[in-house]
């Protein structure tokens, strides 16, 4: 591929949280220098802030935080900053309204993702109802956040929806699963003519085999909004490997037909990143980085991808869309 020819529909974002790759580093992500991004007690009562869901809004950024309290309860709070580095993230818990009150009780939430999309930022997130499924809501301004429908059904983690309508229709990734700790778990595809009723599911990607790809061999779960390039959709995505000391969460890359993005077109055999640094590797979950979210500039190609650490801390790594598109094709198992 040649990169100069790559397109990228995304923002031009010049404010882009940014540094430059390391000299004598040759990875395609690398890490901020004064990771954590985010610190666990950015709050006064947060135990923890990770998983967590960031998007330029007006001349700055904005998110939906997973803040879990020092009662261990998961929430979701908003923030905003202008830098996209130093965040000011709201005290009070973010409560959805306008939902049916049969769906609308809180219970709990976590690991969210934001996308603009027909002029509204859209929130997914792992909403409680009889156990985790996929919760939805909208915003025009961080402040009120309007509930609609349960995407799915009990148990589904890891709604990612796409930044556009394919086809005519809405479309998400999911990845369905049981109560818990999920030892399997494959990414699906389903679309929506109004955000409500989800259906046409299709299946995406299966966990590696163990011998092809280990870090990736028990589950996997999609994670930023995807990114789309005239490559195809750059989808982030996280895959577990069960070691002998308990789960490894680490992220990949792979890359999705446009028009029609059950069908991968190639998928990344080594990692992006796995967690290696104190703040990845200790933590109230040791060993997890786990991506929620990517600003893109397409002016420059270039990405920030924030991701929880450790289930404690929020992390920034950096890369060049283009550099990561071409490295997938590269390294694909497929
Ligand atoms: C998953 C989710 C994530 C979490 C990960 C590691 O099942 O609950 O929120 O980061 O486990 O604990």
């Known amino acids: 591929m040649d990169m100069n020819t790559l397109k990228i529909v995304a923002p031009v974002l010049p404010n ?6 390391p000299s004598g580093c040759t990875a395609p992500l690398w890490r901020y220098s004064k990771n954590p991004v985010i610190p ?3 709050l006064p009562d947060s135990n923890s802030i990770f998983n967590s869901a960031v998007v330029p809004f ?10 879990d309290d020092t009662n261990r309860r998961m929430a979701l709070h908003a923030g905003f900053s202008k830098d996209g580095i130093h965040w000011d993230i ?3 818990v973010l409560r959805f309204t306008g939902a049916d009150p049969e769906v609308a009780e809180w219970v709990y939430g976590y690991d969210p993702r934001v996308t603009l999309l027909d002029g509204k930022y859209w929130v997914s997130w792992c909403n409680g109802y009889h156990g985790p499924t996929i919760g939805l809501a909208w915003t025009e301004d ?3 956040f309007h509930q609609v429908e349960n995407a799915f059904l009990p148990y589904n983690r890891n709604g990612v929806l796409f930044p556009r309508k394919i086809g005519g229709r809405y479309a998400m990734l999911s990845r369905p699963s049981d109560t818990g700790h999920t030892a399997f778990g494959d990414i699906f595809y389903s679309e929506s003519p109004d955000m409500e009723f989800w259906g046409h599911h299709r299946h995406v990607m299966a966990p590696a085999p163990f011998e092809v790809s280990a870090w990736q061999c028990m589950k996997i779960g ?5 990114i789309e390039t005239s490559e195809g959709w750059l989808l982030l995505y996280h895959g577990v490997l069960r070691s002998c000391n308990g789960y490894v969460y680490s992220f990949g890359s792979a890359l999705l037909d446009l028009e029609q993005p059950w069908k991968v077109l190639s998928r990344s055999g080594p990692y992006l990143l796995s967690p290696q640094t104190p703040y990845e590797c200790m933590g109230d979950v040791p060993n997890v980085a786990f991506p929620c979210a990517a600003l893109a500039d397409s002016a420059t190609g270039r990405i920030a991808v924030y991701y929880g650490c450790a289930d ?3 992390g920034l790594a950096f890369g060049y869309i283009g550099e990561i598109v071409d490295w997938t094709k590269k390294h694909s198992i497929l």
């Open 90 to 92: 709201k005290p009070e």
């Open 222 to 226: 999609a994670g930023p909004i995807p």
């Open 40 to 42: 666990r007690d950015l």
């Open 58 to 67: 007006k001349d700055g950024f904005a998110g939906v935080f997973r803040c």
């Open 312 to 314: 404690t801390v929020t």
């Open 142 to 144: 961080f402040e009120t």
């Open 16 to 21: 882009i949280p940014w540094e430059d790759r």
